[in-house]
T-cell receptor, first 113, second 113 residues
Framework: NAGVMQNPRHLVRRRGQEARLRCSPM?????VYWYRQLPEEGLKFMVY????????ESGMPKERFSAEFPKEGPSILRIQQVVRGDSAAYFC???????????FGPGTRLTVT | GDSVTQMEGPVTLSEEAFLTINCTYT??????LFWYVQYPGEGLQLLLK?????DKGSNKGFEATYRKETTSFHLEKGSVQVSDSAVYFC????????????FGGGTRVLVKP
């Protein structure tokens, strides 16, 4: 049973470009969480999604960031017009149910030049 | 809101030494408590958890006890190995908050031979 997969593992973007981060949850998991880890800091919650629904986006910046989890395919975290402050590691976690244990992917390390 | 405070690192130890990482939390209700470990360049792995007061989580020689009266969940290991070198994160989740994880800042542990 494959674990949570994220791609790309490393992503370099110039300021003003768009970044798309993908997360494929574990088989049978319909809940996805996205977290951001800034350098030398802990992880901060961004958004919680179930299939086709955003449940909690209280941690998402109000502008430039969006997330989706379609009926088919991976969850996508999209950052428009990236800035240097967006450089971070972005982790997703999946869970089989509400309140279930969260399993983390290896992360996508975004560098904005 | 919910928060987690853990001791800052780095913590440098010799092999076979005793390890303690302090963690305290603030939360409404009765959260579940977790310790995650992050090895260099990797995602987070769940190390242990406790879901109610006085529960003791244990795994790979690590232990932590859920202390409601002191709102603490300190991590301990009696005899560390070089392979325990990693960053350790204390976290909580609350059902009322959609079970998103709130993390402490992380503690880097370096074990020297």
């Amino acid at each position: 049973n494959a674990g949570v997969m994220q791609n790309p593992r490393h992503l370099v973007r110039r300021r003003g470009q768009e970044a798309r981060l993908r997360c494929s949850p574990m088989k049978g998991h319909s809940h996805v969480y996205w977290y951001r880890q800034l350098p030398e800091e802990g992880l901060k919650f961004m958004v919680y999604l179930q299939k086709e629904n955003i449940i909690d986006e209280s941690g998402m910046p109000k502008e430039r960031f969006s997330a989706e989890f379609p009926k088919e395919g991976p969850s996508i975290l999209r950052i428009q017009q990236v800035v240097r402050g967006d450089s971070a590691a972005y982790f997703c976690a999946s869970s089989p149910e509400t309140g279930g244990e969260q399993y983390f992917g290896p992360g996508t390390r975004l560098t904005v030049t | 809101g919910d928060s987690v405070t853990q001791m800052e690192g780095p913590v440098t130890l010799s092999e076979e030494a005793f390890l303690t990482i302090n963690c305290t939390y603030t939360a409404t209700g009765y959260p579940s408590l977790f310790w995650y470990v992050q090895y260099p360049g990797e995602g987070l792995q769940l190390l242990l958890k406790a879901t109610k007061a006085d529960d003791k989580g244990s795994n790979k020689g690590f232990e932590a006890t859920y202390r409601k009266e002191t709102t603490s969940f300190h991590l301990e290991k009696g005899s560390v190995q070089v392979s325990d070198s990693a960053v350790y994160f204390c976290a909580l989740s609350a059902q009322a908050a959609g079970n998103k994880l709130t993390f402490g800042g992380g503690t880097r542990v370096l074990v020297k031979p």
